[in-house]
């Protein structure tokens, strides 16, 4: 496999005490509400359309995807579970190994690297005391390197579980490290003062009112 | 979603091969291949069209009997005109297209395909099994570059253990995923699939399980390269160096088209032969595997038991004298014979002859059928009366006490191809089991048959919508004391869908599913089925031909009866025998066998007999000249004209007669006067450890025990020699 290992990509399940087809996994009943609905989106026939959704809450409510999770969703949706694998082992965002609380997923790709995502790593490794794909002992900071995540502008920026930290230094990623381990989830997006993704030194761009009704007509229309 | 989708491209696929009845929209279409014109119907695609002319695209993806996959894109060819070339197997024609199979730009996109495809392949060929018969080495032969320009490394997959009869080595493997659609497809069962992506995708079960099929090993046959190869034919040959004998398979009674390859004397492996009709292009996998039991537990040389009771081997006249003078003895009831389920049609009409020029007709087979009502006399009682291809026209099935599934696998492969394509009903009376496809269960008593032949049950109100309704009993039923009443019963439940179903004269009902390959021959030639007429006069002489089904012991028979068994197995009824006569096993001698729809096949001979064993029949001739009741046909040809002369359709090769009369035989069904017992219709073959071992040659072959052991213990718990 040529690209850097994410978490363990591996293509073939093997039983484990933790990951086995007896690992208990229910739907809670809201959830259940949830998949009903999701499963309601699609014709007669082709419940299959919703393993992708349906996939994604259950990973949402165990955090990551057991085997017997995938197998209950098999059975939700009247599928055979081999076609649930497939779509599972597909997508790399299904996680099928645990993972722990807070999954910090840093962009290591081109934009990124070239405003030092490097010492962001670095960072990260040396403060939760782990390597890229391994879990901190109390369960709580997985590290893995992702492909783009699409923030370029506000490069480099890490994403922990749905929210992104933007505009990095490598203190505010200790500091958001910090925040965290006390159980508190810091507000997402840039650290630098910015909104979002305005220019950094002030507007090039739209800095007048826009020109009204009649801008650049002939006077005599 | 499975069904709606292929069900229109199996339309497409199949409509021009003119494979079944499928109503077709026939606007004839006219393309051009290599400017040659061809009327082809609208929906056929670019190959099937090329293929009418007679041009062979290459393809690894593509099977005719699955549903497009279009992954392998080794069948792009140029249209003219067209900006991209385009894959055949997967695009319809259109009017008036130039299909260019060997243009420029067609041979540099087979030149890049195959690159591709080898450029993750492993050098294996010196030691893949596959090589010799590998579409890959024949379409790169033929289609690829002479030179490579690949200077990276090659990616390696860990192999699979999805049983003790298909060996993996994914590394080999292409991706073309017709495993996966046979699985999922013909076999029924959804276990294989294709996990991951890109470079890293494999083919494989994601979990540690076992390819648990009866039809298993048929993927050998799809697979086109060697990533999936018989584990028990590993290593031991290569393609060119056997002989091919087209035979039949007498396991069990569907008669499936094969193939044996042999060399040296010696059975290496058996392959399926197509056969649109009985098999199409599959065999079970006891069909299959089941050969090395042909090399055990055989029996090489006459044999006598001497006076401490041990049998030691003698020499023919030895055996043959003493047959003799035993048969001499004996007149009428004091000798009888019981037939077995391998037997071939000439041994049957051999013994008959002899046993009723000592005037004696008890001959009986091991298969019980009931003799009430019109019983054997009117063939459409006991045969599948409908023919396999019957399934592909019905539109409503009811199974009674039976499991097709591992009584007769092909005949419910027809079921579901059926059931997936055609949008077959199937219900069933008889214990649940698991068929590979979804049916209604009514229940297990016999109780529930009753209701459905008076017309109380509530199902009958989807049996009267039928419009083409086909009821299959299962030769296991028949083989309890009430047979005679469930057949009434069937025959009524038969009689009445026809007539509500309005369906036209030549429409069959009645089907009976047998499990043996030699029953339907013998009932043709007047055997007597049951062993009750022994039981009731045991005689004094016993001629066992291949009966091991152990219906008939010593202490049935009075005290100093004499038992002669002629087989070719040491199974049940050699142990027990006086003097045993060795014969031949079907893939040794030329036999006449009839298939459970009443089509004679014939086998050939494939290797010789081993040690001193002879054809049955030849066995008999002997032994009636010496007993002074001279048979009177000296050569094979001889013979089928005696078979010819008892029963016309037994050397009709390859042909069905149909059997009439129905109605008849339902009236005098009608006059049977039994009762059902409260006893459920449980068939004997409940779940796949049952399949495998059921006849004295699979009983004796290693595969098949380690086929037991993986279903019992668990894929891992079967010792396989490392180098596999």
Known sequence: ??????????????????????????????????????????????????????????????????????????????????????????????????????HVQICTTTPCMLCDSDSILEAIQNKLGIKVGETTADKLFTLTEVECLGACVNAPMVQINDNYYEDLKPSDIEQIIDELKADRVPPPGPRSGRFSCEPAGGLTSLTEPPPGPGFGVRPDL | MLRTHSSSLAMSVSSSQGLTSIRASSNMVEVFVDGKPVMVESGTTVLQACEKVGVQIPRFCYHDRLSVAGNCRMCLVEIEKAPKPVAACAMPVMKGWNILTNSEKTRKAREGVMEFLLSNHPLDCPICDQGGECDLQDQ??????????????????????????????????????????????????????????????????????????????????????????????AFTARPWETRKTESIDVLDAVGSNIVVSTRGGEVMRILPRLNEDVNEEWISDKTRFAYDGLKRQRLTQPMVKDASGQLVATTWEDVLTRVAGALQGVQGSEVGAVAGGMVDAEALVALKDLLNRLDSDTLCTEEIFPMAGAGTDLRSNYLLNSRITGIEECDFLLLVGTNPRYE???????????????ELQVAMVGHKVDLSYSYKHLGETTQVLQEIAAGTHPFCKVLVQAKKPVVVLGSSTLQREDGAAIFK??????????????????????????????????????????????????????????????????????????IIYQGHHGDVGAVMADVILPGAAYTEK???????????????????????????????????????????????????????????????????????????????????????????????????????????????????????????????????????
């Not at chain 2, 005689?539 to 091991?548: I, M």
């Open chain 2, 408 to 422: 007769a696998p092909l005949f419910n492969s027809r079921i579901r191809k059926s059931w997936l394509h055609n």
């Open chain 1, 1 to 102: 496999i040529f690209y850097p290992a994410l978490i363990k990509t591996h293509i073939f399940h093997r039983d484990t005490p933790a990951n086995n087809p007896e690992t208990p996994f229910e739907f809670t009943p809201e959830h259940m509400k949830r998949v009903d609905a999701i499963i309601n989106n699609y014709p007669e026939g082709h419940k299959a359309a919703a393993t992708i959704p349906v996939l994604d809450l259950a990973q949402r409510q165990h955090g990551w995807l057991p085997i017997s999770a995938m197998n209950k969703v098999a059975e939700i949706l009247g599928i055979a579970q081999m076609r649930v694998y497939e779509v599972a082992t597909f997508y790399t965002m299904f996680l099928r190994e645990p993972v722990g609380k807070y």
């Open chain 2, 140 to 233: 790169s032969m033929m289609f690829g570059a002479d030179r490579s320009r690949f200077t990276e490394g090659k990616r390696a997959v860990e192999d699979k253990n999805i049983g003790p009869l298909i060996k993996t080595i994914m590394t080999r493997c292409i991706h073309c995923t017709r495993c996966v659609r046979f699985a999922s497809e013909v076999a029924g069962v959804e276990d294989l699939g294709t996990t991951g992506r890109g470079n890293s995708m494999q083919i494989g079960t994601y979990v540690e399980k076992m390819f648990m099929s009866e039809l298993s090993g048929n993927v050998i046959d799809l697979c086109p390269v060697g990533a999936l190869t018989s584990k028990p034919y």
């Open chain 2, 590 to 724: 030329n036999g006449t066998y009839v298939n459970t729809e009443g089509r004679a096949q014939q086998t050939r001979v494939a290797v010789t007999a081993p040690g001193m064993a002879r054809e049955d029949w030849k066995v008999l001739r002997a032994i009636s000249e010496l007993a002074g009741v001279t048979l009177p046909y000296d050569t094979l040809a001889e013979v089928r004209r005696r078979l010819e002369e008892v029963s016309p359709n037994l050397v009709r090769y390859d042909d069905v007669e149909e059997a009439n009369y129905f109605k008849q035989a339902h009236e005098l069904s009608k006059a049977v006067n039994q009762s059902l017992l409260a006893a459920p219709l449980v068939p004997p073959q409940l779940t796949v450890k049952d399949f495998y071992m059921t006849d004295p040659i699979s009983r004796a072959s290693q595969t098949m025990a380690k086929c037991v052991k993986a279903v019992t213990e668990g894929a891992a718990a079967v010792d396989e020699p490392s180098v596999c």
């Open chain 2, 489 to 562: 019963a069937v025959s009524t439940i038969a009689q009445n869908s026809r007539v509500s179903s309005g369906v036209e004269d030549g429409w069959k009902v009645l089907n009976v599913l047998h499990r043996v390959a030699s029953q339907v021959a013998a009932l043709d030639l007047g055997y007597k089925p049951g062993v009750n007429a022994i039981q009731k006069n045991p005689p004094k002489v016993l001629f066992l031909l291949g009966a091991d089904a152990g219906c008939i012991t010593r202490a049935d028979l009075p005290k100093d009866s004499f």
